[in-house]
């Protein structure tokens, strides 16, 4: 069955970066676009990111643009996501989820990993 | 932005009652909204989408409708597991937007 995995979340200052990585199994990984979806404490639902499938197209979400970069392997099967400049509101848990061909919603999604951005 | 408002934001349901939640489009979305269940603690489930086409695995006691910029997300029969806080969310335009969230509580 799908399987996302995240990895890579921890504390770093403000200003920082970090990378956090979510491998695939279990489908086509080659064949599915990926997104990033995170949630700051308590708080509800925020879509970050997406990934072509073939990585030929990247869309972000105006609060991460120019500090975030998405990248893929389809050889690996996984995903990175590049932080950089990071801020004390992009505290939160990291969702990798999976695209429904083509169509943008979300119909498999990893356990998440947290990010603190904190001094 | 397609701004996404949910209703209410909390509800108070007794096990066997229906419970209706409603999602609202700040644009007409056509029938792009997908609609997710997510438990505390846990990642968020697909339920619903195209509106009303529910997901695999998901129990008919969970129905969808609505086009446009009104949907709503009805379950028809509450159990124990389905309290829970939903969310609606558009793929019609990016970004993509979710709504704030219904909290489904235990009456």
């Known amino acids: 069955q799908v399987h996302l995995v995240e990895s890579g979340g921890g504390v770093v200052q403000p200003g920082g970066s970090l990378r956090l990585s979510c491998a695939a199994s279990?489908?086509?990984?080659?064949?599915?676009?990926i997104h990033w979806v995170r949630q700051a404490p308590g708080k509800g639902l925020e879509w970050v990111a997406f990934?072509?499938?073939?990585?030929?197209?990247?869309y972000y979400a105006d609060s991460v643009q120019g500090r975030f970069t998405l990248s893929r392997d389809n050889s690996k099967n996984t995903l990175s996501l590049q932080m950089n400049s990071l801020r004390a509101e992009d505290t939160a848990v990291y969702f990798c989820a999976k695209e429904n061909s083509e169509e943008y919603f979300f119909d498999h999604w990893g356990q998440g990993t947290l990010v603190t951005v904190s001094s | 932005e397609k701004v996404m408002t949910q209703s209410p934001a909390a509800l108070s349901v007794s096990p066997g009652e229906r419970a209706t939640l409603s999602c609202r489009a700040s644009?007409?979305?056509?029938?792009?909204l997908a609609w997710y269940q997510q438990k505390p603690g846990h990642a968020p489930r697909l339920l619903i989408y195209?509106?009303?086409t529910r997901a695999t695995g998901i129990p008919d006691r969970f129905s969808g409708s609505g086009s446009g910029t009104e949907f709503t997300l009805t379950i028809s029969s509450l159990q124990s597991e389905d309290f829970a806080i939903y969310y609606c969310q558009q793929y019609n335009n990016w970004p993509l937007t979710f709504g704030g969230g219904s909290k489904v509580e235990i009456k």
């Open positions: 279990g489908f086509s990984f080659s064949s599915f676009g």
């Open positions: 990934i072509r499938y073939d990585g030929g197209i990247r």
């Open positions: 644009q007409s979305i056509s029938r792009n």
């Open positions: 195209g509106a009303s």
